[in-house]
Structure formats: C-alpha cells, structure tokens
T-cell receptor
Framework: DAGVTQSPTHLIKTRGQQVTLRCSPKSGHDTVSWYQQALGQGPQFIFQ???????QRGNFPDRFSGHQFPNYSSELNVNALLLGDSALYLCASSLDRGYEQYFGPGTRLTVT | GENVEQHPSTLSVQEGDSAVIKCTYSDSASNYFPWYKQELGKGPQLIIDIRSNVGEKKDQRIAVTLNKTAKHFSLHITETQPEDSAVYFCAASWGGGATNKLIFGTGTLLAVQP
C-alpha cells in the first residue's frame, strides 16, 4: 500500500517566479492538507482540499492556491515567490471525518 | 488564537532511560492530540495519538497522557534506543472532517546517547 507521495523532492526557484508542487494521497484517502515547515519550526497549516474544493485555509496570502483532482491528488501553487517562501512543503492525507493525518516526505523549496 | 506550546526544545538522555515531552494547548475545543516523529530529511511520522475522551494511551514503549482540565498532554518514551533520536512534534485539532486542521508545537530534538 503506497503511502503519501510528493514531487518534486527538491526545487530551486528565483524570486518572483511561480511554482507547482504535487501530492498523491494514501490509497483510500479523500482529503489532502498542505503545510509549510520553515527550518527549525513546526508545520503551519496552509489549506485543506476535499471534494475538489478548498474547505479550510490557514493564515497564508492569496499567492498560495491549490487544486484537487477527481482522483484525490492535489497541487499547491505559489505565485510571485519571496525569499521567505523557502521551506519544506508537506502534504498530508486523511479520510473525511477521520482524525489521523499521514504526511508525505515533503518538497524542499529554495527561493534565491 | 490557537496555540500549542512544547517543552523542552532539546532533550538528551542515555540509552535505556525514559524521555518525557510536554505540550500545552490554548483552545479548549481541541479534542484530538497526535504526536509525530520527524527524522532528518523526512516527513513527520504519526507515532501515537489520543482523543479527548481518553486520559491515557499506550503502545509498546510509548505512551501519551492527557489532562483536559489543565489543557496539558505529554509523550512518554521508555527504554529509549538510539533509533528514537529525532525531532518530536505534538499537535492539536478539533477532530475530523472540516475541522481537522493540525496546530503544531515547536518541536523537541531528542538525542539518545548510546
């Protein structure tokens, strides 16, 4: 049974550029949440997708957007990248109405 | 606002000793408290969790306790081994479905000395 997968593993972008990160949830899961983890910090909730819609959002600007596909996979898009967007981006999958969230290995984004 | 405090930030123990990590949450509506272990270069791994209708839960060498009145919960690791060395995060949420947003603590770096 495949766990949560994310791509790419690492990414280097320049300020002002746009980036798309991808996530495939654990088999059987229908809900995807995205978190940003700065170095030495705990993960911070960005948003959650269920039934192809964003149903919860954390304190992140509109430059952060997402999408969920009919097969439950998800994308995180960040526009107009800032140096402060450099972080590990984590995807977590869960079952709707379920409690447990399972994380992928993350995508390390570096903005120069 | 929602907040989870975690202590200590670093913890060094000898192999075989016990380790205890403590967290405090601010939102009394929180009802689900997972613990994650994160090794270098990896994503957080769920190791144990507890819901607000239970005071204690144990799984082999790890256990979690919850004091709802004081809004405290703790992770206990007994008979520590070098492979337990990692960063541990506590988190809190309001449960499943649309309320399932995890608020994380700042992490504890556990070093188990052989």
């Amino acid at each position: 049974d495949a766990g949560v997968t994310q791509s790419p593993t690492h990414l280097i972008k320049t300020r002002g550029q746009q980036v798309t990160l991808r996530c495939s949830p654990k088999s059987g899961h229908d809900t995807v949440s995205w978190y940003q983890q700065a170095l030495g910090q705990g993960p911070q909730f960005i948003f959650q997708y269920y039934e192809e819609e964003e149903r919860q959002r954390g304190n992140f600007p509109d430059r952060f957007s997402g999408h969920q596909f009919p097969n439950y996979s998800s994308e995180l898009n960040v526009n107009a990248l800032l140096l402060g967007d450099s972080a590990l981006y984590l995807c977590a999958s869960s079952l709707d109405r379920g409690y447990e969230q399972y994380f992928g290995p993350g995508t390390r984004l570096t903005v120069t | 606002g929602e907040n989870v405090e975690q202590h200590p930030s670093t913890l060094s123990v000898q192999e075989g000793d016990s380790a205890v990590i403590k967290c405090t949450y601010s939102d009394s509506a929180s009802n689900y408290f997972p613990w994650y272990k994160q090794e270098l270069g990896k994503g957080p791994q769920l190791i144990i969790d507890i819901r607000s209708n239970v005071g204690e839960k144990k799984d082999q060498r790890i256990a979690v306790t919850l004091n709802k009145t004081a809004k405290h919960f703790s992770l206990h690791i007994t008979e520590t081994q070098p492979e337990d060395s990692a960063v541990y995060f506590c988190a809190a949420s309001w449960g499943g479905g649309a309320t399932n947003k995890l608020i994380f603590g700042t992490g504890t770096l556990l070093a188990v000395q052989p």
